[in-house]
């Protein structure tokens, strides 16, 4: 390596840890003007395809070109659509597209917590999806299993948290296999958890195709839960498939979570495990206790997020379920592995869920283009996230050296 | 749950659908005949299949019918319900009908449907009982038992064509289904009795690979069928049907398409497809819309297209069809004809096949 590229990875490193130390004001005007450079590009991106598409009522003809779609129209669908225009007279934040936000958002802060957690334990659990399949299955059939026994008011009362406590069981049994494997055979938790999630899906599939499957229904699916299985619908209309309690509870998740890392014994030794592991155990932190606990928490929300994706959304267990657990990692990077940031980059994803559906049925973009547009915000959002990241890894690095004393190293 | 604020909330939502629909304007006109909007299946457009296949139909209509249209594609099966919520709730413009294509929208409609009762709705390939859904589903097996028909002739003869060729001495056809559900079992019943009334001597074997989108597993399933001696493998699997062409290609055999004539939207096949089960999605389409116009839409009826109502039918391969031997051509449409007149009763389910 000559001395200028020796400089040149210098200035990169430094600028990597000057980035790491960057206060919360200063990340949310870089957040803002990522989000404001990726609508930019996005605007050329639909104005050339605009220009190459065929369609059939172009929105503007220069002589021989005709441009198809209209960029600005596009991310005023995107972002005010999926409020259910606030601009316009008469908003209400009951109007469903804004409904249709916060749903997407509530599942979304399930697995964006589950990742999150794991990620501060050090672990990369890509697991969240399989975590929701299995727990979402789990609180339906348990659902389904117990309406009959609890009849009337008692059926009311106690069906959905029982749904929600066997999403928790089924996704936290469903996490703990990995936790398991990785601390008592050393199998990685990237490997395992990306095949578990197959696992889950086939399994599934095969219990709802088969014994457990709506024999009234082509789809693969369960029979419909109950009404009084389903969470209620306060305040907003019944049919958005939204309820307050959901968003609720997710908020209840979001601060137990944060109290647990940041107020207890139990989360310290997470988050120590997850920032030097061998210091961990030197310090007295059981290492392979540490992990399946966490992995096993990470999926028990994940599977909470199952149980709400059944009890809210669908009514029933079906095959197919959206990527709502992949969706969780991005989140959670956008959230800095942060529970509280977590819900504003929950939040985001649901504005961008809920406003491509609006984009849809608004325009004749094509779903594809709208979601190159939707990966480059998100990208654009995340990246200075990650590299922030990257930087306090490297701080974290030079002050174990002694090079250089900077800041702390522990995420936050 | 109380029916005032439903009512009350739904009008709620009525009106910033208006608000929201209003900023959209244009495109269309108001002088249409009628407005549709389409609720595509998850495969989405662009499948070489069934979705574009509801697509003509609808472009058909727009051009024949001088109606206007809007189409939405859903990201996943939880999308189907607000999908068909914002066409049902938007007043400006105000929708004549949304068309449902595809089964898996069936329990949505089935909500939807009571939800918006003066909306007019249609669904392909599923039965939802409410006065203002019509249903169209297809007589898959009386299609297939025409292409089982001819498969089941010419696996007994000595028949070459293109990049394929019979054994004169095997008897034997296969079948690939895509997921066991009832629906497929429709296609695999009517073939098999297809093969079993040109020859009892006719083997079919089956098999489900469980998915739509699997070219490699119906590559394989079909492998082993031809390598065991079949002939001719007929596909009702969608996107894995790409991979039984690949079997056959590979295998020197023959296969029969299925939905579309997919000699020619998989045009690169078109040298082993002898022919293909073609569903005319678009027919379904475009009479429910026809109907709207006229005036004559029957909520809560259900209509069943086969060969009578030309909504399923046997197309030959554009390459090979011209060599398939005359006197079979006059057989099948003689069955053709019978099953009309309810001389043949075709079996709906493979259990039956006698």
């Not at chain 1, 990340?27 to 059939?56: M, N, Q, W």
């Amino acid at each position: 390596m000559s001395d200028a590229d020796r400089e040149w990875v210098d200035t990169v490193r430094q600028r990597l840890i000057a980035l790491g130390q960057t206060s919360a004001g200063e990340r949310v005007l870089i957040a803002a003007s990522a989000l404001a450079l990726s609508v930019f590009v996005g605007t050329i991106i639909v104005f050339v395809a605009g220009l190459v598409a065929t369609c059939r009522d172009p929105v503007l003809t220069m002589g021989g070109t005709t441009l198809c779609y209209d960029p600005f129209f596009v991310f005023d669908r995107l972002f005010l659509g999926a409020l259910g225009d606030p601009l316009a007279g008469g908003w209400s934040p009951l109007n469903p597209q804004f409904a249709l936000t916060l749903r997407e958002t509530t599942v979304l802060v399930f697995t964006g917590l589950s990742v999150a957690l794991a990620f501060r334990a050090g672990i990369f659990n890509i697991g969240t999806q399989g975590q929701l399949v299995v727990g979402g299955l789990l609180s339906a059939l348990t659902v389904l299993w117990a309406a009959p026994l609890l009849s009337g008011g008692l059926g009311a009362v106690l069906l959905v948290p029982l749904g929600v406590t066997a999403g928790a069981v089924g996704g936290g049994a469903y996490g703990a296999i990995p936790g398991a494997l990785k601390a008592y055979a050393e199998a990685n938790e990237v490997i395992t958890t990306i095949m578990l999630n197959f696992v889950a899906v086939l399994v599934t599939r095969y219990l709802v195709t088969g014994p457990f499957g709506d024999p009234n229904s082509q789809a693969n699916q369960t029979p419909p839960l109950p009404e009084v299985g389903q969470f209620p619908s306060v305040v907003f209309d019944p049919r958005t498939d939204f309820s307050l309690f959901a968003l609720l509870l997710a908020f209840v998740f979001v601060g137990g979570l944060y109290y647990l890392l940041a107020y207890t014994a139990f989360g310290y030794d997470l988050r120590t495990a997850g920032i030097q592991p061998t210091a961990a155990e030197y310090g007295g932190v059981d290492a392979a206790r540490t992990i399946v606990a966490s992995l096993t928490l990470s999926g028990a929300i994940g599977g909470v997020g199952g149980a709400v994706y059944v009890m809210m959304i669908l009514g029933k267990f079906q095959t197919g379920v959206p990527s709502y657990g992949f969706d969780g990692i991005t989140v959670s990077i956008l959230a800095g592995n942060n529970p509280l940031g977590v819900v504003f980059a929950a939040a985001l994803f649901g504005v961008l869920k809920s406003g491509s559906t609006v984009v849809a049925f608004a325009t004749n973009v094509p779903p594809q283009l709208v979601g190159v547009l939707r990966g480059l915000i998100i990208l654009f959002v995340a990246m200075p996230e990650f590299f922030r990241l990257v930087g306090r890894r490297l701080a974290a690095g030079q002050e174990e050296t002694g090079a250089a004393a900077v800041g702390g190293g522990a995420d936050d | 749950m109380p029916v005032s604020r439903r009512t009350l909330l739904g009008s709620l939502g009525a009106a910033t659908a208006t608000g929201l629909a209003g900023c959209i304007g244009g495109g269309g006109g108001s002088d249409a005949a009628a407005r549709v909007g389409m609720v595509y299946a998850t495969g989405g457009l662009g499948d070489g299949s069934f979705n574009d296949q509801a697509q003509t139909g609808i472009v058909r209509a727009e051009e024949d019918l001088s109606i206007a249209y809007d189409e939405s594609q859903p990201e996943s099966t939880s999308d189907f319900g607000t999908l068909q919520q914002q066409y049902a709730q938007s007043s400006d413009p105000d929708y004549d009908l949304v068309c449902c294509i595809g089964f898996l929208q069936a329990d949505a409609l089935t909500e939807n449907a009571s939800q918006y009762s003066d909306q007019q709705f249609m669904i392909v390939d599923s039965v939802v009982d409410a006065s203002n859904v019509g249903s169209y589903v297809f007589a898959e097996h009386e299609g297939s038992f025409l292409v089982g028909l001819m498969a089941g002739r010419l696996t007994t003869t000595s028949f070459s064509a293109g990049a394929g060729s019979t054994a004169g001495d095997s008897t034997n056809v296969g079948f690939v289904g895509g997921v066991e559900s009832d629906l497929i079992k429709k296609f695999e019943a009517g073939f098999t009795a297809g093969v079993k009334y040109a020859s009892d001597d006719v083997d079919v074997q089956t098999a489900y690979v469980g998915g739509f989108n699997k070219p490699a597993a119906g590559q394989e399933a079909a492998i082993s069928m031809y390598d065991s001696g079949a002939d001719i493998v007929y596909h009702a699997a969608g996107n894995t049907g790409t991979g039984v062409f690949q079997a056959a290609q590979e295998a020197g055999r023959f296969a029969i398409g299925v939905d579309r004539d997919q000699s020619v939207t998989k045009s690169s096949y078109s040298d082993v497809i002898l022919a293909s089960m073609v569903k005319r999605v678009d027919n379904a389409v475009y009479s429910s819309v026809e109907d709207v116009v006229n005036d004559e839409f029957q909520g809560g009826s259900v209509t069943t297209l086969g060969l009578e109502q030309n909504g399923v039918e046997a197309v030959f391969g554009q390459d090979l069809g011209g060599d398939v031997p005359q006197e079979v051509k006059d057989e099948m449409s003689t069955a053709r004809d019978d099953i009309i007149a309810g001389e043949i009763s075709v079996p709906t389910d493979p259990n039956q096949v006698s």
